[in-house]
Nanobody, 113 residues
């Protein structure tokens, strides 16, 4: 199970920290990712972290977003800085176990003045 939190309304240039609490699987063994979907747009992977800590970002968020994980707390984080209106979307965390991908319910991030 994946449960996200931390979304909300923020002004352009502001920051938010998203959290995703995981349960039901050996969290430390699996890569985790953050994806987002804006209305009318396809789902976009924004950040990815392997079980060993390797990280990749979408070009659209490089230098602004930071993904991290805490294997003791079984939680993956997404620190989002310098937010832009185009970052508005539902953000979900995701993992793939034995070829089956799962997502949390998502948390809404709205960037607006």
């Amino acid at each position: 199970q994946l449960v996200e939190s931390g979304g909300g309304l923020v002004q352009p240039g502001g920051s938010l920290r998203l959290s995703c609490a995981a349960s039901g699987f050996t969290f430390s063994s699996y890569a985790m990712s953050w994806v987002r979907q804006a209305p009318g747009k396809e789902r976009e992977s924004v950040a990815y972290i392997t079980n060993a800590g390797g990280i990749k970002y979408a070009d659209s968020v490089k230098g602004r977003f930071t993904i991290s994980r805490d294997n003791v707390r079984r939680t993956v984080y997404l620190q989002m800085n310098s937010l832009k209106p185009e970052d508005t979307a539902v953000y979900s965390c995701s993992t793939a176990i034995l070829g089956n991908r799962s997502w949390g319910q998502g948390t809404q991030v709205t960037v607006s003045s």
